[in-house]
């Protein structure tokens, strides 16, 4: 049907965790949707999409050549992808992917190569936890089919190399998820026993709100079994009506009741929509009417029809020693939890026991409320959440609520009962001694807490063979949730809260079961699965078998947080084990005012050592500068993937935020203890250990006074360079400066030379040759070249852009001085002429009186004058008004005159120290450069000098063997002293080259400051 396809698109696991890329695109099309009859695009839905800085808006449409105007529109042939992809990042620049691309070997070059790419993906973004066997890092012909998907250049993408728009794609494509897209679909082993998993399960489910008052409703059983629940309660209370039909309300409270019939029949309508694996009723039976419990068990038996668990699987007896089914075996199955009927009734004991109970009992919350049915005052006090009867009864029962005043089950009832067989709890020995899997205790939050506080290792030895459930106390009248990971610990499967309530706790337990196909179960930790080992979730240290973990969080960035123009700020929490457990672990800086792309780049939150991955997860949030929740993210730590990632946000109810990101960059590694850090970096580089070793053992030569043979074969070996150390790493750029040092393999020029020690091998002209093929011509960059460096053109961008704003600015008010004054001029031509024609109007009414009377005509002088007095009173007004204006244009004049003289001034100041800043960066990364290439200089020239020794040894073997030993031992000592004289000769031109540079770099930074008038 249509309606169950709309439900398989809205519950799409990879929809609902789709890439960066994906989550844009859907903004994008939403645009595109949203259009006016002719079909064109409003920009005020782009302004409202993006409401955190109109301006920013403003700005980007203008650089892509649209129209800026919120009353505007666009044709949807004009917002092409590119279109919209060119106004987001104009909108949102990335400066920092910028630096990234830089530092891993783009430098002056606008791409990476195929090979840098591959080191990347491999060294940055790879997992090391994985198995190279199973996991094989990507190889060259892979990267370049990456390569291919995202460079828009094809031209580039044919000789293998990515630009940095292409490199950006990539880190927000759907190969680069922080969690890997099988760890959604359901990979757990669904084979073992129900006790060996974690079940996600609600409390009082029927309620809406609070727990005192509020509605209950049928629709909550629906919503909670859509959102992956597989445990739900049912509180049962005996009907009043005539038709003496049993209710599901919150006994001794003002919430309202709602059909028990109903309820039945949303579960069965919503039972395995979403997962297939069963379904939990924990029944809370306060129903005191064996006619209404008979009622019961037959709307459970004719709505449930065959999904109802009848009996027992004929594999899985209910037998001492026999493990419970698993999920597997009770696929599609509905379990039912509730008191089974005690068979010592029949004589009256039991029903003895009750009462004397009932009468010692001391008051819980009934006494502040009448009862909800009229024999709930008369129910029996036995009940599968009553667990352990405190010595403060009043405390008790404040915390296990109604759950302490359960009915007795009729035979109905308990044949509907089978592998979920509520029992008191006395002891984690007894149940030990019973052997019982199909026999489960429920705790209250208080009583699991002392449970798990006084015998640890005893309640995670238990939950491996049975079923326990945790449930909030009484006293959370609010409906709020304890931490549900605190439970986890200890391996107790059902963990229920209030799932109404959607706070931090809610939040872990959607993050907790949003994994595995989203079935709502999720397999334990091995520790806590095996019989043949003890775990303690209170340890500190490594437990033998388990992989601990290090995890390092740096926050780099954000995009477009807030639909508010404020602050933003991070937090890092990391959950788990106790000792794992870190709350606000991390805190950023708040940004000043920057929702759209805050940039933080403060250092790492560093977990050394995790010490159960598999339970741990780590949690990001964000936030508004006065605390309002943004979105987080919670991200398993046995999954997540290191590197450089989006985190797409979700809200409370986990749910995707369509624009809200995070960038980060994260490591996971295996955890190491010191002790044997120097062992594993030996395995992991046992190049680099060897070439140690050898430097050690040459300086302990030294110290020994080894003799001339030794020396020889510590020249001939130990200086030899290594293959992978050859090469020296590249300085990364910082801030968006290049700083590759121009270095050319040039022969030298005006090097001095020194004069060659006697007996040298080779004449003193051979010798500088060979000094100037090792010599490479370092070239300090010129004040152009500093010039094009990004951070100096970003910044006089800027300066252009604030003195276009400024001169714009000026523009409006001189519109607006000159509209004033129009409308003036206007207002006194208007009054004249209002004026003058009252006048004229009164001077003819008069002389017209005047006539019919036959008086003689003495006013017209009078209206004459007072008609010149007019023209003249208003000839002055036009004066002064056309003064007062060249006045104030010259004044806006002047003061625009002024401020662009005072900007260009300032902008100069800062365009001169940003390029001696630039010049600074760029001069230390040329001289940190120079130091690994005299480095390999002398390396180079050790090499050579080792050929010819070597080629010399094989011309002595042709003459006879005494002459041959006579002239190799010549040969070596004097190899030995043309070494120490060459490489001194060799330090001594890389000195004078040095100089020669830093003199260089003191002119140019010189220049700079005499250069300040002509910087543009």
């Given at each position: 049907?249509?309606?169950?396809?709309?439900?398989?698109?809205?519950?799409?696991?990879?929809?609902?965790?789709?890439?960066?890329?994906?989550?844009?695109?859907?903004?994008?099309?939403?645009?595109?949707?949203?259009?006016?009859?002719?079909?064109?695009?409003?920009?005020?839905?782009?302004?409202?999409?993006?409401?955190?800085?109109?301006?920013?808006?403003?700005?980007?449409?203008?650089?892509?050549?649209?129209?800026?105007?919120?009353?505007?529109?666009?044709?949807?042939?004009?917002?092409?992808?590119?279109?919209?992809?060119?106004?987001?990042?104009?909108?949102?620049?990335?400066?920092?992917?910028?630096?990234?691309?830089?530092?891993?070997?783009?430098?002056?070059?606008?791409?990476?190569?195929?090979?840098?790419?591959?080191?990347?993906?491999?060294?940055?973004?790879?997992?090391?936890r994985l198995n190279e066997i199973l996991y094989p890092p990507l190889k060259q012909e892979q990267v370049q089919q990456l390569i291919e998907k995202y460079e828009p250049n094809s031209?580039?993408?044919?000789?293998?190399?990515?630009?940095?728009?292409?490199?950006?794609?990539?880190?927000?494509?759907?190969?680069?998820?922080?969690?890997?897209?099988?760890?959604?679909?359901?990979?757990?082993?669904?084979?073992?026993?129900?006790?060996?998993?974690?079940?996600?399960?609600?409390?009082?489910?029927?309620?809406?709100?609070?727990?005192?008052?509020?509605?209950?409703?049928?629709?909550?059983?629906?919503?909670?079994?859509?959102?992956?629940?597989?445990?739900?309660?049912?509180?049962?209370?005996?009907?009043?009506?005539?038709?003496?039909?049993?209710?599901?309300?919150?006994?001794?409270?003002?919430?309202?009741?709602?059909?028990?019939?109903?309820?039945?029949?949303?579960?069965?309508?919503?039972?395995?929509?979403?997962?297939?694996?069963?379904?939990?009723?924990?029944?809370?039976?306060?129903?005191?009417?064996?006619?209404?419990?008979?009622?019961?068990?037959?709307?459970?038996?004719?709505?449930?029809?065959?999904?109802?668990?009848?009996?027992?699987?004929?594999?899985?007896?209910?037998?001492?020693?026999?493990?419970?089914?698993?999920?597997?075996?009770?696929?599609?199955?509905?379990?039912?939890?509730?008191?089974?009927?005690?068979?010592?009734?029949?004589?009256?004991?039991?029903?003895?026991?009750?009462?004397?109970?009932?009468?010692?009992?001391?008051?819980?919350?009934?006494?502040?409320?009448?009862?909800?049915?009229?024999?709930?005052?008369?129910?029996?006090?036995?009940?599968?959440?009553?667990?352990?009867?405190?010595?403060?009864?009043?405390?008790?029962?404040?915390?296990?609520?109604?759950?302490?005043?359960?009915?007795?089950?009729?035979?109905?009832?308990?044949?509907?009962?089978?592998?979920?067989?509520?029992?008191?709890?006395?002891?984690?020995?007894?149940?030990?001694?019973?052997?019982?899997?199909?026999?489960?205790?429920?705790?209250?939050?208080?009583?699991?807490?002392?449970?798990?506080?006084?015998?640890?290792?005893?309640?995670?030895?238990?939950?491996?063979?049975?079923?326990?459930?945790?449930?909030?106390?009484?006293?959370?009248?609010?409906?709020?949730?304890?931490?549900?990971?605190?439970?986890?610990?200890?391996?107790?499967?059902?963990?229920?809260?209030?799932?109404?309530?959607?706070?931090?706790?809610?939040?872990?337990?959607?993050?907790?079961?949003?994994?595995?196909?989203?079935?709502?179960?999720?397999?334990?930790?091995?520790?806590?699965?095996?019989?043949?080992?003890?775990?303690?979730?209170?340890?500190?240290?490594?437990?033998?078998?388990?992989?601990?973990?290090?995890?390092?969080?740096?926050?780099?960035?954000?995009?477009?947080?807030?639909?508010?123009?404020?602050?933003?700020?991070?937090?890092?929490?990391?959950?788990?084990?106790?000792?794992?457990?870190?709350?606000?672990?991390?805190?950023?800086?708040?940004?000043?005012?920057?929702?759209?792309?805050?940039?933080?780049?403060?250092?790492?939150?560093?977990?050394?050592?995790?010490?159960?991955?598999?339970?741990?997860?780590?949690?990001?949030?964000?936030?508004?500068?006065g605390g309002k929740f943004i979105g987080h993210r919670i991200l398993p730590v046995s999954a997540i993937r290191p590197g450089y990632h989006y985190i797409c946000l979700r809200n409370?109810?986990?749910?995707?935020?369509?624009?809200?990101?995070?960038?980060?960059?994260?490591?996971?590694?295996?955890?190491?203890?010191?002790?044997?850090?120097?062992?594993?970096?030996?395995?992991?580089?046992?190049?680099?250990?060897?070439?140690?070793?050898?430097?050690?053992?040459?300086?302990?030569?030294?110290?020994?006074?080894?003799?001339?043979?030794?020396?020889?074969?510590?020249?001939?070996?130990?200086?030899?360079?290594?293959?992978?150390?050859?090469?020296?790493?590249?300085?990364?750029?910082?801030?968006?400066?290049?700083?590759?040092?121009?270095?050319?393999?040039?022969?030298?020029?005006?090097?001095?030379?020194?004069?060659?020690?006697?007996?040298?091998?080779?004449?003193?002209?051979?010798?500088?040759?060979?000094?100037?093929?090792?010599?490479?011509?370092?070239?300090?960059?010129?004040?152009?070249?500093?010039?094009?460096?990004?951070?100096?053109?970003?910044?006089?961008?800027?300066?252009?852009?604030?003195?276009?704003?400024?001169?714009?600015?000026?523009?409006?008010?001189?519109?607006?001085?000159?509209?004033?004054?129009?409308?003036?001029?206007?207002?006194?031509?208007?009054?004249?002429?209002?004026?003058?024609?009252?006048?004229?109007?009164?001077?003819?009414?008069?002389?017209?009186?005047?006539?019919?009377?036959?008086?003689?005509?003495?006013?017209?002088?009078?209206?004459?004058?007072?008609?010149?007095?007019?023209?003249?009173?208003?000839?002055?007004?036009?004066?002064?008004?056309?003064?007062?204006?060249?006045?104030?244009?010259?004044?806006?004049?002047?003061?625009?005159?002024?401020?662009?003289?005072?900007?260009?001034?300032?902008?100069?100041?800062?365009?001169?120290?940003?390029?001696?800043?630039?010049?600074?960066?760029?001069?230390?990364?040329?001289?940190?450069?120079?130091?690994?290439?005299?480095?390999?200089?002398?390396?180079?020239?050790?090499?050579?000098?080792?050929?010819?020794?070597?080629?010399?040894?094989?011309?002595?073997?042709?003459?006879?063997?005494?002459?041959?030993?006579?002239?190799?031992?010549?040969?070596?000592?004097?190899?030995?002293?043309?070494?120490?004289?060459?490489?001194?000769?060799?330090?001594?031109?890389?000195?004078?080259?040095?100089?020669?540079?830093?003199?260089?770099?003191?002119?140019?930074?010189?220049?700079?400051?005499?250069?300040?008038?002509?910087?543009?």
């Amino acid at each position: 049907e249509w309606s169950d396809e709309v439900f398989s698109l809205a519950t799409n696991l990879l929809a609902q965790n789709m890439s960066r890329d994906a989550f844009l695109e859907k903004a994008y099309t939403k645009l595109k949707l949203q259009v006016t009859p002719e079909g064109r695009i409003p920009l005020k839905n782009i302004y409202r999409l993006f409401s955190a800085d109109r301006k920013r808006v403003e700005t980007a449409l203008e650089a892509c050549n649209l129209p800026s105007s919120r009353n505007d529109s666009i044709p949807q042939d004009d917002f092409t992808p590119d279109v919209y992809r060119v106004f987001l990042n104009n909108l949102c620049p990335r400066p920092e992917i910028d630096h990234i691309f830089s530092e891993f070997g783009a430098k002056s070059k606008p791409y990476l190569t195929v090979d840098q790419m591959m080191e990347f993906i491999n060294f940055k973004q790879r997992d090391p936890r994985l198995n190279e066997i199973l996991y094989p890092p990507l190889k060259q012909e892979q990267v370049q089919q990456l390569i291919e998907k995202y460079e828009p250049n094809s031209n580039l993408a044919k000789k293998g190399q990515i630009s940095v728009d292409g490199f950006m794609r990539y880190l927000s494509g759907e190969e680069n998820g922080v969690v890997p897209p099988e760890k959604l679909d359901l990979n757990e082993d669904m084979s073992q026993p129900l006790s060996h998993y974690f079940i996600n399960s609600s409390h009082n489910t029927y309620l809406t709100a609070g727990q005192l008052a509020g509605n209950s409703s049928v629709e909550m059983y629906r919503q909670v079994l859509l959102s992956g629940c597989r445990c739900v309660e049912l509180d049962c209370w005996k009907g009043r009506t005539a038709e003496e039909e049993p209710v599901i309300t919150h006994g001794f409270t003002m919430t309202t009741e709602i059909s028990f019939k109903e309820v039945i029949e949303a579960i069965a309508e919503c039972a395995f929509k979403t997962s297939p694996f069963p379904i939990l009723l924990s029944f809370e039976n306060h129903v005191d009417s064996p006619k209404q419990q008979a009622k019961m068990a037959e709307y459970c038996r004719l709505i449930f029809g065959d999904a109802l668990l009848m009996d027992p699987l004929e594999k899985y007896p209910l037998e001492p020693g026999v493990p419970l089914p698993s999920p597997t075996d009770l696929m599609y199955k509905i379990l039912v939890k509730n008191k089974k009927k005690s068979h010592k009734s029949a004589d009256g004991s039991a029903k003895k026991k009750l009462s004397e109970q009932a009468s010692n009992t001391c008051s819980d919350t009934s006494s502040m409320f009448e009862p909800s049915s009229p024999g709930a005052g008369e129910a029996e006090i036995e009940s599968d959440d009553d667990d352990d009867y405190d010595d403060d009864c009043k405390k008790s029962s404040m915390d296990e609520g109604t759950a302490g005043s359960e009915a007795m089950a009729t035979e109905e009832m308990s044949n509907l009962v089978n592998y979920i067989q509520p029992v008191k709890f006395e002891s984690f020995e007894i149940s030990k001694k019973r052997n019982k899997s199909f026999e489960m205790s429920s705790f209250v939050e208080t009583k699991g807490l002392e449970q798990l506080t006084k015998s640890p290792v005893e309640f995670v030895e238990y939950n491996k063979m049975q079923l326990s459930r945790i449930y909030p106390k009484g006293t959370r009248v609010d409906s709020s949730n304890y931490m549900p990971q605190v439970f986890w610990n200890a391996g107790c499967q059902m963990v229920a809260l209030n799932f109404q309530t959607v706070d931090l706790s809610m939040q872990i337990n959607m993050g907790m079961y949003e994994y595995n196909g989203k079935s709502g179960y999720r397999l334990k930790p091995e520790f806590m699965r095996r019989p043949d080992k003890h775990f303690d979730p209170f340890t500190e240290s490594i437990v033998d078998g388990i992989v601990a973990n290090t995890l390092s969080v740096k926050i780099i960035s954000g995009q477009f947080l807030s639909d508010k123009k404020v602050g933003t700020y991070v937090e890092v929490d990391m959950f788990g084990l106790p000792v794992d457990t870190r709350r606000k672990a991390l805190k950023t800086k708040t940004s000043q005012g920057n929702a759209v792309n805050p940039v933080w780049e403060e250092e790492p939150i560093v977990f050394k050592k995790v010490v159960l991955p598999s339970l741990a997860c780590l949690r990001l949030a964000v936030y508004e500068e006065g605390g309002k929740f943004i979105g987080h993210r919670i991200l398993p730590v046995s999954a997540i993937r290191p590197g450089y990632h989006y985190i797409c946000l979700r809200n409370e109810r986990n749910q995707p935020l369509t624009l809200p990101a995070l960038f980060v960059y994260i490591e996971v590694k295996d955890y190491v203890p010191d002790t044997y850090a120097d062992v594993i970096e030996a395995l992991s580089n046992p190049i680099r250990y060897v070439n140690l070793m050898e430097q050690r053992a040459k300086q302990l030569a030294a110290l020994t006074l080894e003799d001339e043979e030794e020396v020889k074969k510590e020249v001939d070996h130990g200086d030899a360079p290594s293959e992978a150390n050859s090469e020296p790493r590249p300085t990364p750029a910082e801030n968006g400066v290049n700083c590759t040092a121009s270095l050319t393999p040039k022969p030298a020029t005006q090097v001095v030379h020194s004069q060659p020690a006697p007996g040298s091998m080779k004449a003193p002209a051979k010798t500088e040759d060979l000094i100037q093929s090792v010599l490479t011509e370092v070239e300090a960059q010129t004040i152009e070249e500093l010039k094009q460096q990004k951070s100096f053109v970003k910044l006089q961008k800027k300066h252009y852009k604030e003195m276009k704003d400024l001169v714009k600015r000026h523009h409006k008010k001189t519109t607006d001085l000159i509209k004033e004054h129009t409308a003036k001029y206007n207002e006194i031509q208007n009054d004249y002429l209002r004026r003058r024609a009252v006048l004229e109007k009164t001077a003819k009414r008069d002389s017209k009186k005047r006539s019919e009377a036959g008086s003689p005509d003495h006013g017209s002088s009078t209206i004459e004058q007072e008609l010149a007095a007019l023209d003249s009173e208003m000839t002055q007004k036009l004066v002064e008004l056309k003064e007062k204006q060249q006045q104030q244009l010259l004044n806006l004049r002047q003061e625009q005159y002024y401020s662009e003289k005072y900007q260009k001034r300032e902008h100069i100041k800062l365009l001169i120290q940003k390029l001696t800043d630039v010049a600074e960066e760029c001069q230390n990364s040329q001289l940190k450069k120079l130091k690994e290439t005299c480095e390999k200089e002398k390396k180079e020239l050790k090499k050579k000098m080792d050929k010819k020794r070597q080629e010399k040894i094989t011309e002595a073997k042709s003459k006879d063997k005494n002459q041959m030993e006579e002239e190799k031992t010549e040969m070596i000592r004097s190899y030995i002293q043309e070494v120490v004289q060459y490489i001194k000769r060799l330090e001594d031109a890389q000195s004078k080259r040095q100089e020669k540079l830093v003199e260089k770099h003191k002119e140019i930074r010189q220049q700079i400051l005499d250069e300040k008038p002509k910087v543009k």
